[in-house]
């Protein structure tokens, strides 16, 4: 009877589609009241041995089967059913339901409160004009009941108040299990859909957020452009000056580090620009190992007293939007670098690329669940990429909240590059997990499909 438009990704659609899921709560519905139907049938010819007129009663009930085979078949197409077809679905039943209760006693039959379940059903799932046409139909079927009916023949009239009684109390059971059954079902979908929209206006919260910061980004990378390059323009006076004057060959490594510097940030905007135009030709996928290698050395590069040991060779494997996953790895990296700075030559960062069945699910924190867990439930092949460091590691309580906003730590960070590294894998499918132990160090994994 029953981009930022990108983190709207829509939610996991249950068993049956969801503009279907009222009338599949009817089809069960109708199932439930069908085998109700012919289990009092059963009772009151078998046990009771009131005579009762079997062929029109069961025809009525193979009806009903046929109306719900309908309903089946209709639950195959994809377009939403409407009131107007809800309504009719009901009112089919109020209708077969006041033919039952025609040949079998009308309004003296116990069971004439099954009208009940229809109308909670239709309460439940119908706009009012409709919920009020549907109870004025089973008003007007059942005052119609109270004078046109075949009565009950009754052997035995001793005992038929005795069997009115226990029908009523059959009656009241049945019908009690199935509004509960379905009015609960109706109400926890109400909530899901709530759940749902609230996580969607999360969702929307965030990639507002996450579009704030990334024009702020694109305007400060604009406004770097030009005073690099006068920078740079200096060095190389510096070095010609230096090439003359002897005297200024002291300053030689100092100069060195600065143009080293000067290169890394260029490479960086030249990366950004690049990045942008491969996802504008939709390019933006290559063989992980050679792109996760050529990343690793352009990270050394900005950290070179930093100890990196990597593990990146899976031949084969092949992923896509590499610019959001360039920017969560140097966004890990950077943060393992600031935490083991205070060890000195002890200070160790290890990464690791494996297989998503190898890697540790220990949930200790991760991106908020309003973005969670695509890639789990879409079949594709996923990876890991783990960095661990050896540094201080994260106290519990700033562990709760990475991810979820700005925060302000002890050792100066804002928190703003792990929020878009949360938000960057939730955009790509994946998920990013955290744990640490304070004073021993920081494991971040990142999962991600591969194409």
């Not at 990045?275 to 290559?286: C, G």
Request: glycine share 8%; net charge neutral; proline share 5%.
């Amino acid at each position: 009877m029953n981009s930022p438009s990108s983190f709207l990704a829509a939610a996991s659609l249950p068993a049956d589609p969801p503009q279907h899921l009222l009338l599949s709560r009817l089809f069960w519905l109708r199932w439930a009241m069908v085998a109700g139907e012919l289990l009092v049938l059963a009772g009151a010819h078998i046990w009771l041995h009131i005579a009762l007129p079997m062929s029109p009663l069961l025809a009525l009930i193979l009806l009903q089967l046929l109306i719900n085979g309908g309903t089946w078949l209709r639950m195959r197409w994809a377009r939403p059913a409407e009131q107007g077809e809800l309504f009719m679905q009901l009112w089919l039943d109020v209708a077969v339901l006041t033919a039952l209760l025609y040949f079998s006693g009308g309004s003296t039959n116990p069971f004439v409160s099954f009208y009940l379940p229809a109308l909670a059903a239709g309460a439940a799932t119908l706009s009012w004009p409709y919920a009020l046409l549907l109870a004025l139909c089973a008003l007007g079927g059942y005052s119609g009941l109270v004078y046109f009916y075949e009565p009950l023949h009754i052997h035995d009239h001793g005992q038929a108040m005795a069997y009115h009684l226990a029908g009523m109390w059959i009656n009241f059971t049945i019908s009690a299990l199935l509004i509960t059954w379905f009015v609960s079902r109706i109400a926890a979908a109400v909530r899901s859909r709530d759940r749902q929209l609230g996580q969607a206006r999360e969702r929307q919260l965030q990639s507002h957020r996450i579009l704030a910061l990334g024009t702020q980004a694109a305007g400060a990378a604009h406004a770097l452009n030009t005073p690099l390059s006068t920078v740079a323009v200096i060095a190389g006076e510096l070095r010609r000056e230096m090439a003359d004057n002897p005297a200024l060959s002291v300053y030689d490594e100092d100069l060195r580090i600065v143009e080293e510097q000067i290169a890394v940030c260029k490479a960086a905007l030249e990366s950004m620009r690049l990045d942008a135009d491969a996802q504008l030709r939709n390019e933006d996928s290559a063989a992980i190992t050679p792109w996760l290698t050529s990343l690793l050395e352009g990270w050394r590069l900005r950290h070179p007293a930093v100890l990196l040991v990597a593990e990146v060779h899976q031949p084969g494997w092949v992923a896509s939007q590499l610019q959001d996953l360039s920017q969560i790895l140097l966004t890990l990296l950077d943060n393992a670098a600031h935490a083991v700075r205070g060890r000195g030559h002890q200070g160790e960062i290890r990464l690791r690329l494996l297989s998503a069945d190898a890697g540790d699910a220990t949930k200790v924190a991760e991106a908020p669940s309003s973005f969670g867990g695509a890639s789990s439930r879409s079949g594709k092949k996923t990876a890991i990429i783990e960095v661990s460091d050896n540094g201080s590691g994260i106290a519990p309580e700033l562990l709760q909240r990475l991810g979820h906003g700005p925060v302000v730590s002890s050792s100066g960070g804002s928190g703003i590059g792990l929020m878009l590294a949360f938000a960057s894998a939730a955009h790509l499918g994946g998920k990013l997990r955290l744990r640490s132990v304070p004073g021993e160090g920081t494991v971040a994994q990142l999962r991600f499909p591969l194409r």
